[in-house]
Nanobody, 120 residues
């Protein structure tokens, strides 16, 4: 069993910064990709940024140049540094991790989310 816990959300003014953290714990042998998704009411959850175990990174176009994803494999932790925040970034941010089982099946684990609110 794997648990993901996000932290770092809160209320910030437009143009400000926040740093989100997601720590994975439990029965983990390794983690493949880790990522951050966000969701607002009435809309589908969307990918914000993802990073593989090898360090390959993908960002949503809307956050390129403003957000930075990183991970610490030794700590099973992924971070999202968010700068130049906009009201449109307001959402619940979820952490995701892909964890392979012994039989080679990737299990997708999700945190409960942390709310980021950007005021104008």
């Amino acid at each position: 069993q794997v648990q993901l816990v996000e932290s770092g959300g809160g209320l910030v003014q437009a143009g400000g910064s926040l740093r989100l953290s997601c720590a994975a714990s439990g029965s983990i042998f390794s983690i493949n990709a880790m990522g951050w998704y966000r969701q607002v009411p009435g809309k589908q959850r969307e990918l914000v940024a993802a990073i593989t175990s090898g360090g390959s990174i993908n960002y949503a176009d809307s956050v390129k140049g403003r957000f930075t994803i990183s991970r610490d494999n030794a700590k099973n932790t992924v971070y999202l540094q968010m700068n130049s925040l906009k009201p449109e970034d307001t959402a619940v941010y979820f952490c995701d991790a892909g964890v392979p089982t012994r039989v080679g099946v990737l299990m997708d684990y999700w945190g409960k989310g942390t709310l980021v609110t950007v005021s104008s």
